[in-house]
């Protein structure tokens, strides 16, 4: 059964209590916490340096489930250097895994397994999977999701294409990501880009596109299973709206982690008037 969140954290074998606690409670109460299986947050991270990481998993490693270094970002890196910032972040009880560009680059180049190996030896303790670039036949999708399974990886795929030009339906999104899952899949990634804008549900404008939403979700059984990329305020508003506080929500910036929490809590307008309005005693007040 999904936790309740704690009142106090844990740092370093001690009982840390929160800055509030003990003031009042939060509003959306059924918010889950660490560890769970639903309601993750997903942070984009580009580069930042080791320092930076450290602040961020001090601040906010409760609120993060998984960190993706996004995109190539850290082919640069030299190696003693990334295994200490990718130790922060496993040490923070997060998960963090390289981009799947890194994937799709060994799957084209026939490296996959020497790119599960490099990862493990690097201490990523999750592998995402996908296709949004390449072009991945059904049997080698199936292939390279079992073997990082088997690695021992947590294992995130991911569905939709990068290109609006080579978009996907959402049935047939829906249907690999099911078969995604079914093979081993923790998680499904539902493409949006870091932009948010043009891919995927997502209009032109970053509005996300109900009707689309809803094909997806009717093509999946546990839609509880999909992470929605959704780097824009107003979409992971919308999203906790519609789906509740435990959405699972991916792209989210560093700087932009506590203020999702709060939105997912009721501690930020939307969703704390939606807490209030919720409450039997809302016509006393």
Not at 4 to 16: D, E, H, P, Y
Not at 64 to 69: A, H
Not at 90 to 97: L, N, P, Q, W
Request: charged share 25%; aromatic share 6%.
């Amino acid at each position: 059964m999904p936790r309740t969140r704690s009142k106090a954290g844990t740092r370093k074998g001690m009982a840390v209590r929160k800055a509030w606690d003990g003031v009042f409670t939060l509003p959306m109460k059924e918010r889950v916490a660490k560890p769970r299986a639903i309601g993750w947050t997903m942070v984009m991270d580009k580069g930042l340096g080791v320092n930076q990481t450290a602040d961020l998993m001090a601040a906010a490693a409760d609120a993060i489930d998984v960190v993706k270094l996004t995109f190539g970002t850290s082919a640069f890196f030299d190696a003693p250097l990334l295994k200490r910032k990718v130790r922060l972040i496993t040490a923070a009880g997060c998960y963090c895994m390289p981009g799947g560009t890194f994937q799709e680059v060994c799957v084209w180049q026939g490296t996959f397994d020497r790119y599960l190996a490099r990862a493990e030896a690097l201490g990523f303790n999750a592998i995402e999977i996908s296709d949004g670039t390449i072009a991945m036949d059904a049997r080698t999708r199936e292939t390279v999701i079992r073997r990082a399974v088997r690695a021992g990886f947590r294992v995130i795929t991911e569905v939709g294409k990068k290109d609006p030009g080579e978009a996907l339906t959402m049935r047939t999104m829906g249907e690999e990501a099911e078969r995604d899952l079914a093979l081993g899949a923790f998680m499904v990634l539902v493409e949006a880009r870091e932009g948010g804008r043009g891919v995927g549900v997502m209009d032109a404008h970053g509005t996300p596109l109900d009707a689309e939403i809803d094909a997806l979700v009717a093509g999946v059984k546990e839609s509880a299973c999909l992470i929605w990329e959704a780097p824009l305020a107003a979409q992971q508003r919308h999203f906790i709206l519609r789906f509740g506080p435990n959405v699972s929500l991916g792209n989210v910036a560093p700087e932009d982690v506590l203020a999702l929490e709060a939105l997912r809590c009721g501690l930020r307008g939307d969703t704390l008037r939606r807490a209030w309005r919720a409450d039997p005693d809302f016509r006393r007040h």
